[in-house]
Structure formats: structure tokens, C-alpha cells
């Protein structure tokens, strides 16, 4: 069963498929109203491209009160898009997540970019770059931190019991 894993923020999306052959990230850019067409438009482009039987979505979290509301609404346009294409779907918890992949809920960005690295058979370094986590090779960045984020769902997502379904 193909699982389409997606991390969500107010800014950028971060989406990993369960065969690991393919992940990515798509940037936000815009007031909240352009962010959420261009969240919605970046789900449908991955829901025609790859079919997935379940997309399994980050649920959101209010670690900081000022993101809270934008990375509702961006998720609003998720589920949205779901519903109106009669997608299967999940909401994962980041700890969960991060437990799932690395052993550890409370796992860092660099931690889970390292374990999602391993896991995908991917070798090269963990570090920073533009304030951003990713796996560095030949001087490019390989794999950010919201695509080993959204690997992270795809992995807790394979032990999870479906409980919604858009109607």
C-alpha cells in the first residue's frame, strides 16, 4: 500500500512516499490565503501523480502560539483537497512520528534527518544550511528536514489503524 506522508507548517510542506523512493518539499510563499492555494495545489499535484491509497498528514501542534493558527488553516486546505478527491487519511502527532523513526518522541530535526537518511539508504552529512536541517552530498542537499519529517509520518503511519475517511 502506497503511503504519501506530508509535514505541514504555514510555510512549506514536506512530502515522502512509503516505497522511499521519492520525497520533496514545496514552499509557501504569499499572504495566508496564497499559502493555502499553493498547499492545496502541491497536495492535488502529488494525490494525480501518485495515487496513494493513504496520505497521512502531521496533525497540527501548538508548540508556538504564533504558527498555530496559519498551520490550521494551511491544513484546512489539506483536508479540503482529501475530502474533495475521496482520499483515505490519517493525522499523525510529530512525537508519534519522531518515536516511530528514531526510538525517541522528543527527537531533534537533525536526529530525525539522520535516521530518515539510514532508512533510505542515503549516506552523507547532517547539518545546517539557511537556518534548515538536510542531508548534504556533493555540496546539495539531499533529503530537508521536512521530507525526512514527512518520512517520519509515512513510518508512524504504517502502524496506524485507519480512522477517517473524507466523505
Same mark, same amino acid.
Not at 25 to 31: E, Q, R, V
Given at each position: 500500500?502506497?503511503?504519501?506522508?506530508?509535514?505541514?507548517?504555514?510555510?512549506?510542506?514536506?512530502?515522502?512516499?512509503?516505497?522511499?523512493?521519492?520525497?520533496?518539499?514545496?514552499? /509557501? !510563499?504569499?499572504?495566508?490565503?496564497?499559502?493555502?492555494?499553493?498547499?492545496?495545489?502541491?497536495? =492535488?499535484?502529488? /494525490?494525480?501523480?501518485?495515487?496513494?491509497? /493513504?496520505?497521512? &498528514?502531521? =496533525?497540527?501542534?501548538?508548540?508556538?502560539?504564533?504558527?498555530? &493558527?496559519?498551520?490550521?488553516?494551511?491544513?484546512?486546505? &489539506?483536508?479540503?483537497?482529501?475530502?474533495?478527491?475521496? =482520499?483515505?487519511?490519517?493525522? &499523525?502527532?510529530?512525537?508519534?512520528? $519522531?518515536?516511530?523513526?528514531?526510538?525517541?518522541?522528543?527527537?531533534? $530535526? +537533525?536526529?530525525? %534527518?539522520?535516521?530518515?537518511?539510514? *532508512?533510505?539508504?542515503?549516506?552523507?552529512? %547532517?547539518?545546517?544550511?539557511?537556518? *534548515?536541517?538536510?542531508?548534504?552530498?556533493?555540496? =546539495?542537499?539531499?533529503?530537508?528536514?521536512?521530507?525526512?519529517?514527512?518520512? +517520519?509520518?509515512? !513510518? +508512524?503511519? *504504517?502502524?496506524?489503524?485507519?480512522?477517517?475517511?473524507?466523505?
Amino acid at each position: 500500500m502506497l503511503i504519501l506522508g506530508i509535514d505541514l507548517s504555514s510555510v512549506r510542506l514536506g512530502w515522502a512516499l512509503s516505497s522511499g523512493d521519492e520525497w520533496g518539499s514545496c514552499a /509557501l !510563499h504569499g499572504d495566508i490565503a496564497v499559502r493555502c492555494l499553493a498547499a492545496r495545489d502541491c497536495v =492535488a499535484m502529488l /494525490l494525480d501523480r501518485y495515487r496513494p491509497a /493513504l496520505v497521512a &498528514i502531521e =496533525a497540527p501542534v501548538a508548540r508556538f502560539a504564533r504558527s498555530i &493558527i496559519p498551520q490550521s488553516r494551511v491544513a484546512g486546505a &489539506i483536508l479540503a483537497t482529501l475530502a474533495e478527491r475521496q =482520499a483515505l487519511w490519517v493525522e &499523525i502527532e510529530p512525537r508519534r512520528a $519522531k518515536l516511530a523513526l528514531t526510538g525517541d518522541g522528543g527527537a531533534s $530535526k +537533525a536526529q530525525v %534527518v539522520a535516521a530518515a537518511a539510514v *532508512r533510505l539508504g542515503l549516506d552523507g552529512d %547532517v547539518m545546517r544550511c539557511g537556518g *534548515r536541517w538536510g542531508l548534504w552530498t556533493s555540496g =546539495a542537499c539531499v533529503l530537508d528536514e521536512d521530507a525526512a519529517d514527512a518520512y +517520519a509520518i509515512v !513510518h +508512524a503511519a *504504517r502502524a496506524v489503524r485507519v480512522r477517517r475517511m473524507a466523505s
